[in-house]
């Protein structure tokens, strides 16, 4: 009941894909299973990030036996994550892996009301479909080869629980994916295969400091009382929660505080904890959204002068 009793997942001699793994979250976690023996597959799209990571994940090799490979290869749509998750098997007689980590998107926070119909589509496409369509893929091989025991690890962000001013594009998607994952953990049982989700806070990443040039004001702001994490402590709570067979994960407190509020049927990690933060957050998460709805409210003039100045009332 509390997971005292399950196996912990061992990732030394498997073969592990992970999509975005060139940067941010996705490398230190490749660093990180390098370290405990396994094989790394790692699909991103700028060349000379790849060949970096490459570099970097030989210099933690424990073993002659493990096997090192990167591909650059779009995920965008169901036919593109195919081909990508084929190039990963193929030095594997074909194989699924054992793992498969979608660590891939981005996210460009901004106003609603400025956003163009390409943004919107771009903010799905970042946070849900370049996700999904690898989980698709991937558990349609993993099923047919009967491969009882793997992994498919979603990675959606605190945003996935709750949501303010300046994340329209980027929320909907990240709520999506929670959506995915806990259809998947049901469905996949049919076929033995485990489904996990990670709810990372504010990582300082290269993608933290992308988003940064788009982000409103009145978002960092709100933001500026999170302490943030970097992407390695962010890829090692990631990593114990996949070890500890945890369904949702998540590494801070205040995340752990929103799951525990709207957690709704997905399973327990800890009954008793998980009973604590809901009595917290039954407090808690009311007084934050107070504190957030005050500051959007006093931001009104100032945004009103934002947008006439940007002409959006001409």
């Known amino acids: 009941m509390f997971g005292l009793f399950s196996k912990k997942w061992n990732p030394d001699g498997k073969h592990v894909y992970i999509t975005g793994g060139s940067s941010g979250l996705g490398l230190s976690l490749a660093h990180i299973l390098a370290q405990k023996g396994a094989n790394v597959s790692i699909v991103a799209r700028n060349q000379k990030k790849l060949d970096e990571a490459l570099e970097s994940l030989e210099k933690l090799r424990v073993s002659p036996a493990q096997k090192f490979h990167v591909y650059s290869h779009a995920l965008g749509t169901g036919a593109e994550?195919?081909?990508?998750?084929d190039a990963v098997c193929e030095p594997y007689d074909g194989e699924a892996p054992d793992a498969v980590f979608t660590c891939a998107g981005s996210s460009k926070p901004m106003f609603f009301v400025e956003m163009d119909e390409q943004d919107m589509v771009d903010g799905m496409t970042n946070a849900y479909w370049l996700q999904a369509w690898t989980a698709w893929a991937a558990a349609k091989k993993m099923a047919k080869e009967h491969k009882k025991g793997a992994?498919?690890?979603?990675?959606?962000?605190?945003?996935g629980y709750m949501s303010f001013v300046g994340w329209a594009s980027y929320s909907p998607g990240k709520h999506a994916l929670r959506g995915l994952a806990d259809s998947l953990h049901s469905e996949l049982m049919l076929y033995g295969i485990d489904v996990h989700?990670?709810?990372?806070a504010t990582m300082y990443t290269p993608g933290f400091d992308e988003e940064n040039k788009t982000k409103p004001d009145i978002v960092k702001r709100i933001e500026s009382t999170d302490e943030g994490c970097t992407a390695e402590q962010a890829a090692q709570a990631l990593y114990k929660g996949v070890v500890k067979g945890h369904a949702h994960i998540t590494g801070?407190?205040?995340?752990?505080?929103?799951?525990?509020?709207?957690r709704g049927a997905?399973?327990?990690?800890n009954w008793l904890l998980e009973a604590l933060f809901d009595m917290v957050a039954f407090i808690a998460v009311p007084v934050w959204r107070h504190s957030?709805?005050?500051?959007?409210?006093?931001?009104r003039e100032e945004h009103e002068q934002y947008l006439q100045q940007k002409g959006f009332f001409s």
């Open 81 to 85: 994550a195919t081909a990508a998750l």
């Open 151 to 159: 992994k498919i690890v979603l990675v959606s962000s605190t945003l």
């Open 197 to 200: 989700i990670y709810f990372p």
């Open 252 to 262: 801070d407190l205040i995340t752990s505080l929103f799951s525990a509020g709207t």
């Open 266 to 269: 997905a399973p327990r990690n």
């Open 292 to 299: 957030v709805d005050n500051q959007v409210r006093a931001h």
